[in-house]
């Protein structure tokens, strides 16, 4: 099979092993934020490296506030440069370089440190992160049919996740000791020697994860097609960029469908990477969860993530991207009441109330296992209603627009991005309670999905 890329209008002709190269940038990239921003370092950050959790959930959330809007304002930029100049790898390189530099040097964000090193190593691991992705999505027309393009974006971010998971499994079993006994879930010392009571169990997932992106990001750039590299100067290529992107912003307001779901995408998707980002910091804080409980729960979330994953696969080429994004926001949107209505001895908000007797190990009392019950939901939806989203796009955009539109479709994820964990953490602060904060989340989650009902699908059919 060649090894040639689709241009406008045509089909895509990719070698498998150029395509699973592609696929493999999402096992590559998972990591990042399954153990850093979800769940050990980001609970780390809030429940040890300061003595206040509720100031810590705070602090984390404006760590993504910023990253959110350095990401916003730059994204869409970027999409429409990587159209003039061509080729997205270089993109990928540079920005790849810099989230494994920063992650390495999270190994030293010891308990006692200034906050301030792990919250600009982590706003620049995040940066750095997402714009990597956006060029990597914006490779997708190119590489897939229109009709495969939902099944290959859900198998893709299934991948991601079971990378993910992987990672989590390994520090959970060989790495993560209880402060108490100092012993693994297996009952052994940790690798390495790792102290928990110094965090050394936390810390290390940032040099683990830079190592795994490492690895695992160099079959896309030995394998996978690029488009061809434009002989245009830089200088020329970011005004041509910046023309472009004012022209795509100026071709919205004729193509009504496709700016409904850009609306609809950056209104919700705010609350997918709100309860990504602080669901797992929110029961360190409630439950004083460590690393070995963080550890299990994400564990859990990943096994049904891949699950929803593969299902959606089959079900976004039956049904439609729409119908996977939908469901999943109802899925998220329900679970995210169970969780913020759940606390030490109740649930739904107190209407039942729950014991509050430790039955000893992990999650050992009920309003625990409560709590996780509401994660299976976060787990089913949260894979879908991103892969889903992403093959609605590439459904609804031509290649040759594929990184301008992309660029775009990363501001309508960042672009508000920012007042997801910035309504948290200060609604968090104001009220003294983790539980408001986090109910925020439902009305990003309810109004994103109220705008996506009523858009076309694919999003560039007439309104």
Known sequence: MSNTTAGAGDEPNVSRTGLAGWMLFDWAAQPFFTVIITFIFGPYFVSRLTDDPVYGQAMWGYTLTISGIVIAMLSPVLGSIADQTGARKPWIGFF????????????????????????????LASIAAEFSIVFNDSMMPRLVSEKEVGRISNLAWGLGYLGGMIVLIAVVLFVAGSPESGKTVLG??????????SGADARITGPISALWYLVFILPMFLFTPDAPRSRMPASTAVRNGMAELRQTIGELKHRPG???????????????????ALGGTFAAGMFAWQTMELGVYGIILNVVAIGGCLYASSLDAKLGSKVIVTASLICLTIATIGIVSTGPGYTLFGLLQLSTEDAGGLFATTAEKAYILYGLLIGIAFGPVQASARSYLARSVSPAEAGRYFG?????????????PASVSTVTLITGSAHMGMLTLVAFLGVGLIILVRTPYPANRPV
Do not use: E
Request: aromatic share 12%.
């Open 188 to 197: 052994v010392d940790p690798l390495f020697g790792l102290d928990a009571a």
């Open 408 to 420: 775009i479709y990363a501001l309508s994820g960042r672009a508000t991005t920012f007042l997801a």
């Open 96 to 123: 790849a370089v810099i989230k494994i530099v920063t992650l390495a040097l999270l190994w030293f964000a010891v308990p006692g440190s200034p906050m301030v090193y792990p919250f600009l190593l982590i706003i």
């Open 258 to 276: 496709i700016l409904r779901f850009l609306v609809a995408r950056m209104i919700f998707q705010d609350g997918v990477n709100g309860l990504l």
